[in-house]
């Protein structure tokens, strides 16, 4: 898997965008980006998830740039329920199946979300 | 919405002896994982589980831990000798169709 570099933390004021850079610059062309969070305790949680095209869902919006060296998760109006760590993770995803893929993650982003 | 359940929530044990920790992943789900956190540490990988055996393991999977399925909804993460080191949380997950991972709400293991 691709290696991720993270900021160690960042602040967002509660209702503004929050944007969360991920730079893979190693990413193979057949290794998509994900990203999950971890609140405080809790079991991770999948966010969202692409290859090179944006994504958007009912959580979050995934932008990758066009060379797929890095990427940004976006939180559109973050509250204060999005206070978590948010891990980026590069990983190969075969849909004909194959591959047991254990999630390996590192430290993420602490995302503080104030009010 | 289908979710990953996980029991008991918090199990405290003596340093010795053997625990079984539980999960009922997503029903339609053919891949599961346990991982565990440590306190204060990054959540690590232990091992994956597919058509009733194990694909892939950590090196923290040593002899002391084992998975099962035994029967058609439980998948089973057993300690057999529990040592002080092993208190941490343990996360159970199962895999959609996109390979993205649904985790369930973990078990506090504490062992005294």
């Known amino acids: 898997d691709a290696k991720t570099t993270q900021p160690t933390s960042m602040d967002c004021a509660e209702g503004r965008a929050a944007n969360l850079p991920c730079n893979h610059s190693?990413?193979?062309?057949?290794?998509?980006v994900y990203w999950y969070r971890q609140i405080h305790s809790q079991g991770p949680q999948y966010i969202i998830h692409?290859?090179?095209n944006n994504e958007t869902n009912e959580m979050a919006s995934l932008i990758i740039t066009e060379d797929r060296k890095s990427s940004t998760l976006i939180l559109p109006h973050a509250t204060l329920r999005d206070t978590a760590v948010y891990y980026c993770?590069?990983?190969?995803?075969?849909?004909?199946?194959?591959?047991?893929?254990?999630?390996?993650f590192g430290k993420g982003t602490h995302l503080i979300i104030q009010p | 919405e289908p979710e990953v359940t996980q029991t008991p929530s918090h199990q405290v044990t003596q340093m010795g002896q053997e625990v079984i920790l539980r999960c009922v992943p997503i029903?339609?789900?053919?891949?599961f994982y346990w991982y565990r956190q440590i306190l204060g540490q990054k959540v690590e990988f232990l091992v994956s589980?597919?058509?009733?055996?194990?694909?892939?393991k950590s090196e923290i999977f040593d002899d002391q831990f084992s998975v099962e399925r035994p029967d058609g909804s439980n998948f089973t993460l057993k300690i057999r000798s529990t040592k002080l080191e092993d208190s941490a949380m343990y996360f159970c997950?199962?895999?959609?169709?996109?390979?993205?991972?649904?985790f369930g709400p973990g078990t506090r293991l504490t062992v005294t």
């Open positions: 190693t990413i193979s062309g057949n290794e998509y």
């Open positions: 997950a199962s895999r959609g169709l996109a390979h993205e991972q649904y």
């Open positions: 029903s339609n789900h053919l891949y």
């Open positions: 993770i590069v990983r190969v995803a075969v849909y004909s199946g194959g591959g047991a893929d254990g999630l390996t």
């Open positions: 589980f597919y058509n009733n055996e194990i694909s892939e």
């Open positions: 692409g290859l090179k």
